[in-house]
């Protein structure tokens, strides 16, 4: 018994090796993805996978988007961030499936500032989640959703 | 091969102000097909956005950016005539890379 278990974890750490080095590779093709935050299922998990320990939330976060949406399959966000040095600004949808949405890395010169078009499944919470200075900031709003992007 | 995206790089004031429009099915992988099989996901992953040799917006997205991605920004540093390129990669590795002149205020 014991013997089989120590046999699946060599087998998982070989394999956990194996795929460091794909990704390894495929790095220096494209960027890395963070397939962890993306599975993630609520806030907290995808703050946590984020990296981010904490988030205070910010009222110096503007989430731009229509309160109801008439269609879940393109829903206009635009997130600013007036706060010092943001770096990044993520956008989660608390009751998607998965709830991180977009990671966006802001490098200096760029304006903390982006509008894109996301699917929401149901009336939920978006947060905007900004990394500044190493820490995290979030602001939320409600969007009502009267018909699904995310079914068929 | 996907579609070519469309990039509109303008000048407003010192900034360059960059919409763009990609085609893809950003499939999910939730949605079911007429014959009730899982239509498995396909979807842009990464996107790069560089101009004059320097990266000045990197994102990664999830199955929730909606089809035909549009992306809206600014950044400092371009002038009128700098090319801004804009790349991405999906799950299945695809990728497609396509660029745009700055043009003036």
Redesign the interface.
Known sequence: MDFKRRGILKAGGAMLALAAGLLHSART??????KAA?ETKSFAATLKALGAGASTESNQIQITAPDIAENG????I?IESAILRTQAIAIL?EK???T????????E???P????????AETSNIYAVVRADGKYFHAAKEIKVTLG???? | MADPMRIRANMAGDKVEVRVLMAHEMETGQRKDASGALVPAHFIQNVTVSCAGRTVLSAQWGTSISKNPFMHFRFKGGKPGDKVTISWADNKGERRTDEAVIAGG
């Open positions: 093709l494209a960027q890395q993805w963070n993306f399959a393109v829903v206009p635009t949808i998607n499936p998965n991180l949405s977009a990671d966006f890395e802001i490098p010169g760029t304006d500032f982006i509008t894109t078009r996301v699917k929401m992007g995310c079914g068929g």
